[in-house]
């Protein structure tokens, strides 16, 4: 059974950095993606960045040259480092799990952390 907990969230000034970490049980890294989408409020929730059980990383535009999505096998983590922070990057951020291929629509990952909150604010 896949487990999910996000954590590193917070809040910081425009500019700054932040690293979210996804503790993962239950994943196989070589048979899972792995996901992290956001969700700020009044707004759907929206793909980020995804890591593929090949290795292959994706971002969206909105944060591609700022975000950075790795992953620790050996601590059965995953991470987002997220950089030159916006006001607009202020949302709820989860990591989710699905097995096989990657994809950018949240209805496709059957497994969820609860979120960790991430507010860019002056």
């Known amino acids: 059974q896949v487990q999910l907990v996000e954590s590193g969230g917070g809040s910081v000034l425009p500019g700054g950095s932040l690293r979210l970490s996804c503790a993962a049980s239950g994943v196989s890294w070589s048979l899972h993606c792995m996901g992290w989408f956001r969700q700020a409020a009044g707004k759907q929730r929206e793909w980020v960045s995804s890591?593929?059980?090949?290795?292959?990383?994706t971002y969206a535009d909105s944060v591609k040259g700022r975000f950075t999505i790795s992953k620790d096998n050996a601590k059965n983590a995953l991470y987002l480092q997220m950089n030159n922070l916006k006001p607009d990057d202020t949302a709820m951020y989860y990591c989710a799990a699905r097995p096989g291929y990657c994809s950018n629509d949240p209805k496709r990952y059957n497994d969820w952390g609860h979120g960790t909150q991430v507010t860019v604010s002056s």
């Open positions: 890591l593929s059980s090949g290795g292959s990383k």
